[in-house]
């Protein structure tokens, strides 16, 4: 069932969603590289977080997000995607994938550039799992859609680069333009080493779970509605032609003629005969076989 909901310049959906809705867009610039982007603020202490669930209505807050990017003299909003703590995931309109971001000064060509509502330096927010299980769905569906490869060259964290937008062999304290997406991001952290280690193998775990459901044959796909109907009815339709094969009792307008076939020696039983047989008898009793 479509839950998607559009609302002025974005496009809010659940992340089973995300795979059908990037299926059907067509994207002309050429893909290569996703970044990885927490937002720092909005953060989850902003969301105003009561019991895990944020009390800021989700386009309050994306549009919060697009007057500040306004102000800083951008064309619209900073990112393409943006992924919520519950798992929500929203599209910027008025910054579609065939727009390139801003998301990393002076590296963005041929990126996607994706927010992650919160702030995951060390002690600060700890990412819900709604949001974990969103955000490696939508990297992997990212990674499948636009066939590349899961490593640091092609998923990157913003830490990665300096504020002029040199990529650095690693997190660099002093050196990188920003900590994001954060230093205890994933609970391990913002260096190259933490990506490898938990990051990506679980971007990949999610791909290979998406391609298996690819590789599902026709015969295994659930029935749909109108098809268990049909099934239903075909089973009806055998079951009928069954029972008329081998019968449990003489039909009614039949039991004359069989009491006169048997009389006469044309049978030595009638019973549990197939409704042909019985048909056939009734017959030539009518045409006078056995009188």
């Given at each position: 069932m479509?839950q ?5 310049n974005f496009l ?6 995300f ?23 909005p ?8 019991n895990?669930?944020?009390q800021?209505?989700?386009f309050?807050?994306?549009e919060?997000?697009?007057?500040y990017?306004?102000s800083?003299g951008?064309s ?10 519950d798992?929500?995931?929203?599209i910027s ?8 971001p801003a998301?990393i ?7 996607i ?9 060390k ?5 819900t799992?709604k ?9 992997a569906?990212l ?10 060259n092609?998923i ?13 062999n ?5 050196e990188?333009s920003k ?5 205890a991001?994933w609970?391990?952290g ?5 990506a ?5 193998p679980q971007i990949?775990e ?30 009806e339709q055998i079951k ?5 094969l081998?019968?449990?009792?003489i ?8 009491v006169?076939?048997?009389?006469a ?8 005969g197939?409704?042909?047989f ?14």
């Amino acid at each position: 069932m479509i839950q998607m909901i559009q609302l002025g310049n974005f496009l809010l959906m659940d992340r089973d969603e995300f795979r059908e809705w990037l299926s059907k867009q067509v994207v002309s610039r050429n893909i290569d590289r996703l970044q990885v982007h927490h937002t720092a603020s909005p953060n989850y202490k902003t969301r105003r977080m009561v019991n895990g669930t944020a009390q800021q209505d989700h386009f309050e807050c994306l549009e919060g997000m697009r007057r500040y990017h306004l102000s800083e003299g951008w064309s619209g909003t900073g990112q393409n995607i943006t992924i919520f703590e519950d798992g929500k995931v929203a599209i910027s309109l008025d910054r579609n994938l065939d727009k390139t971001p801003a998301g990393i000064r002076n590296a963005n060509s041929g990126a996607i550039c994706i927010e992650i509502i919160g702030y995951f330096d060390k002690g600060n927010d700890i990412m819900t799992d709604k949001q974990k299980r969103a955000i490696v769905h939508v990297y992997a569906c990212l990674v499948e859609k636009f066939n590349l490869s899961i490593d640091t060259n092609h998923i990157v964290y913003h830490a990665w680069f300096t504020y002029g937008g040199t990529r650095l062999n690693d997190y660099t304290p002093g050196e990188s333009s920003k900590t994001c997406p954060g230093t205890a991001f994933w609970g391990d952290g913002n260096t190259i080493a933490a990506a490898k280690k938990n990051f990506l193998p679980q971007i990949q775990e999610e791909l290979n779970r998406l391609k298996g459901q690819n590789n599902i044959s026709e015969e295994d796909q659930p029935m749909t509605k109108e098809e268990k109907a049909d099934f239903q009815a075909l089973q009806e339709q055998i079951k009928q032609l069954t029972s008329k094969l081998s019968m449990d009792k003489i039909p009614d307008w039949a039991i004359e003629a069989c009491v006169a076939a048997k009389n006469a020696g044309a049978v030595d039983t009638t019973s549990g005969g197939s409704y042909d047989f019985y048909r056939l008898i009734t017959v030539m009793y009518r045409k006078g076989f056995f009188k």
